[in-house]
């Protein structure tokens, strides 16, 4: 078996943009820490719902993942718990396989192809099949609603386990522990199968994209390949150079999608006026977030290239602000310290543990943790701009306009 170069990690960006498949093949695969603490969580996790481990064990232990250390802390042991919590609730009396291979090579196309799903939970009684997914990052929270990357298991394991029993249901859940957050997603069997064609035919594309001579942005047949969009670009590795992405930026601040690289870097932001005000802000802010991305990503890729001993033309490598200054040996300097007869408030800061150590540290008592709690406050979110397909409750702002307007009433 093999892993799918058309993965279901990646299904939300080659699923929508085809040709960025061609483009990323031309950059290497790396990781970042927080990719490398996600999988070090994955590992505990798996291992202790594997083996029965007492996943406390691993407190204190040092990893080395994709070449970044580790420690094992006590918020990384309550996240994996909180998880392995819900695995082990909703696989009560049903069959539990954890680390999944499941074969996903007749949706893409690509022989021998597999994903790895998280946890598969087979309720054979319920005819149900069940997908959980565990994500360990702590930006927004990820909705299990139609998504790809769970729809692509859960088609590999209905594949694979589909000769126990004629499934009638699929359930998909992600947890998010760090954010306290757990999504879930129920259908038929028949609508994931209607999903699946949906894979294939994306798959294709992929396909004869790869086919194609890439090397000509603007002709029409190789524009058809590429979609920039938020989703599908924010972990793009070909984002900084990606010319239908460029194409899309350059755009947005109010040219043509057709430009040079010396007419985009002499383009102003177009200035919205009373008339054009309103539907120039609808259109910009809808793309607020991917210009924002493709700017780090810019910037990330000239460093990149500037690391890697490549000349870009203006710019160059300096030496950043210092790290902030640390103890060599923290021992040496408390007897230091003895020796210059200092008091214990003198050598030491002490400070209350916050409201979130004592939430955990109370977790198991929660009639201890009810009186502590009452002793907490915490001040309302501050309004942020969302798309209107956001699940939150919208907020209800009176504006400044209508304040005088009862200020004049009262006056009258």
Not at 41 to 53: V, W
Request: aromatic share 8%; with cysteine; proline share 4%.
């Amino acid at each position: 078996m093999a892993h799918a170069k058309l993965s279901p990690s990646g299904a939300h960006r080659w699923m929508a943009c085809p040709g960025s498949v061609v483009l990323e093949a031309a950059y290497p695969d790396d990781s970042s820490i927080y990719a490398a603490e996600g999988t070090l969580a994955h590992e505990i996790a798996s291992e202790s719902l594997l083996n029965d481990t007492y996943t406390p064990v691993y407190l204190g232990t040092k990893h080395t993942v994709d070449g970044f250390d580790f420690t094992v802390g006590q918020d990384m042991i309550d996240h994996v718990l909180d998880y392995m919590k819900l695995v082990r609730e909703l696989s009560q009396g049903k069959t539990l396989y954890v680390e999944s291979k499941v074969p996903i090579g007749h949706l893409t196309g690509e022989e021998g192809a597999t994903g790895t799903s998280d946890v598969v939970i087979v309720d054979v009684a319920g005819r149900n099949l069940s997908i959980v997914d565990l994500k360990y990052g702590v930006g927004v929270a990820v909705d299990a609603t139609n998504n790809p990357q769970l729809m692509m298991y859960a088609l590999g394991a209905l594949e694979m386990y589909g000769v126990l029993c004629d499934f009638d249901t699929v359930s998909m859940y992600i947890h998010m522990p760090r954010l306290n957050y757990v999504g879930e997603c129920h259908m038929t069997t028949e609508d994931l199968l209607k999903f699946a064609d949906q894979v294939r035919e994306a798959a294709g594309y992929v396909q004869l994209a790869q086919s194609l001579d890439m090397s000509d942005p603007t002709d029409d047949l190789v524009k058809g390949f590429f979609t920039p969009g938020e989703k599908q670009c924010r972990f793009c590795k070909a984002k900084a150079t990606c010319p239908a992405l460029r194409a899309e930026m350059t755009e947005v601040v109010g040219g043509s999608a057709a430009a040079t690289l010396d007419e985009f870097e002499a383009f102003l932001p177009e200035v919205p006026d009373m008339q054009t005000g309103d539907n120039y802000l609808s259109i910009a802010m809808a793309k607020v977030g991917l210009v924002e991305d493709w700017c780090k990503a810019v910037r990330a890729e000239v460093e990149r290239r500037l690391l890697a001993g490549q000349k870009i033309d203006g710019f160059k490598l300096v030496e950043g602000r210092k790290g902030n200054r640390k103890w060599k040996d923290e021992a040496e300097v408390e007897a230091l310290f003895k020796s210059f007869r200092l008091r214990q408030d003198e050598m030491y800061d002490m400070s209350l543990i916050s409201p979130t150590k004592a939430e955990k540290m109370f977790k198991s008592n929660p009639k201890r943790w009810e009186k502590v709690e009452a002793l907490t406050s915490r001040s309302d979110g501050k309004p942020s701009v969302a798309f209107a397909s956001d699940k939150r409750s919208e907020l209800t702002v009176q504006s400044v306009a209508d304040d005088f307007s009862d200020l004049i009433k009262t006056a009258n």
